[in-house]
C-alpha cells in the first residue's frame, strides 16, 4: 500500500548488505540519490546520509515529512542540530560500527608517516632506487599522544601497548582511574604537547576543538613530532600546520580528514612530509556493512515507533 510506505532517501554512498534489513522491508521505499537530484524531497520521512551531504536548514525546510536524520557513522557535524530539532526531526548516528576500522587506519598512517612509506613507494613507481631517501623513525619507545580517548582511542593505545610505545592522553571527561587501568597515562592538554612524539586527535569536532592545534598550540609539542588528523578536518588549523612543517618543527603529517573536503588545499597536501588519504578511515568492507545496518535498523524502528536509541 503506497500511502503507508516510508520513503527513505539514501544521499550518500552506503553497503547494500548493510541496508538490507531496509531494503527487504514491507512499507519501506528506499531511494538512493543526491538531494539535489530529487523534486520530490517532500514525501521523504528519514534521510541517510555519510559525510558528504550538508543537511543543513535549507535542506531540513524542503522535507516537511521528515522525521529521522541517520548518520552511517559517527560524526554528525555535517548535520544542522538546532535546525533540525527546529523541525522536529531526530538525528541519529552509528557510534561503535567503524571503531576498529578507524583505529587500524590511523595505526597505517602511522607506520606509513614514519617508515616514509608512500613516498618511498612513488618513488619506486617512479622507476628510482633510492634506498638513502627514505630513512624512517622507530615507533618502539616513542611516546604517543592521544587527544580524544573514546571508542577509537581506547582501541589505538591496545595496538600501540603492542609496539611497545609509552601512551599519554587527554580527554576531559577520562579519569585518572580508568587511565591507569588501561595502561594509559592522563595529562593534561600543555603536558602532552610537551611529552609526545606522536600525536594524533580522535575527538569530534566541536566548538572547543576547532582549531585546537592552533600555532601557539603546535608551538608548545617537541621539536620533530609528527602528527596526526584522522577524525575531523578543522580540528588541526591546516595553515598553522603547513607553516610548523615548513619551519621544521613539525618532523610529518599524516592525514585522512580536511577542513574542506574534497580537499584541494595543495599547499599543505603537496609537502613532501604530508601523506594523505581521502577520508578512507572507516572505508572497510566490514565498518560499512555494520554502520549501515545499525542506522538501518534504527530508521526502521523510529518509523515504526520505537524511541531512538543513539539519539
Ligand atoms: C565518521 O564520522 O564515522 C566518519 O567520518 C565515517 C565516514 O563517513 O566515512
Not at 543526491?34 to 531540513?60: G, H, I, M, W, Y
Not at 525546510?61 to 544542522?80: E, F, W, Y
Not at 601497548?161 to 579519569?175: E, I
Request: proline content about 4%; overall charge negative.
Amino acid at each position: 500500500n503506497v500511502d503507508t510506505a516510508h520513503a527513505v532517501l539514501v544521499a550518500d554512498a552506503m553497503s547494500d548488505d548493510g541496508l538490507s534489513p531496509l531494503l527487504n522491508k514491507e512499507n519501506f521505499e528506499v531511494v538512493r540519490a543526491k538531494p539535489s537530484e530529487r523534486d520530490d524531497l517532500n514525501r521523504f520521512s528519514a534521510l541517510l546520509v555519510r559525510s558528504s551531504t550538508q543537511v543543513d536548514a535549507a535542506l531540513l525546510a524542503q522535507m516537511p515529512n521528515l522525521k529521522i536524520v541517520a548518520r552511517a557513522g559517527v560524526g554528525t557535524d555535517n548535520i544542522d542540530l538546532d535546525a533540525a530539532t527546529k523541525h522536529g526531526v531526530i538525528i541519529i548516528n552509528a557510534p561503535d560500527g567503524n571503531t576498529i576500522s578507524t583505529a587500524e587506519h590511523t595505526f597505517a598512517m602511522m607506520m606509513s608517516l614514519c617508515r616514509n612509506i608512500p613516498q618511498a613507494y612513488s618513488s619506486v613507481k617512479a622507476h628510482e632506487w633510492n634506498r638513502k631517501a627514505f630513512q624512517g623513525t622507530e615507533l618502539r619507545g616513542k611516546t604517543l599522544g592521544i587527544v580524544g580517548f573514546g571508542r577509537i582511542g581506547s582501541e589505538l593505545a591496545k595496538r600501540a601497548a603492542a609496539f611497545q610505545m609509552p601512551v599519554v592522553v587527554y580527554d576531559p571527561f577520562l579519569t585518572a582511574e580508568r587511565a591507569k587501568k588501561v595502561g594509559v597515562t592522563l595529562l593534561s592538554f600543555e603536558e602532552l604537547l610537551e611529552a609526545a612524539d606522536v600525536i594524533t586527535v580522535h575527538t569530534p569536532l566541536t566548538k572547543e576543538t576547532k582549531n585546537l592545534f592552533n600555532e601557539e598550540n603546535l608551538n608548545k609539542t617537541k621539536p620533530g613530532v609528527f602528527i596526526l588528523n584522522c577524525a575531523r578536518g578543522g580540528i588541526i588549523d591546516e595553515q598553522a600546520l603547513q607553516t610548523a612543517i615548513e619551519n621544521g618543527h613539525v618532523a610529518g603529517a599524516a592525514l585522512d580528514v580536511f577542513e574542506h573536503e574534497p580537499a584541494t588545499n595543495y599547499s599543505l597536501i603537496d609537502l613532501p612530509q604530508v601523506i594523505v588519504t581521502p577520508h578512507i578511515a572507516a572505508s572497510t568492507v566490514e565498518a560499512q556493512e555494520s554502520v549501515a545496518t545499525q542506522v538501518a535498523e534504527e530508521v526502521i524502528s523510529v518509523l515504526e515507533g520505537a524511541p531512538a536509541a543513539h539519539s
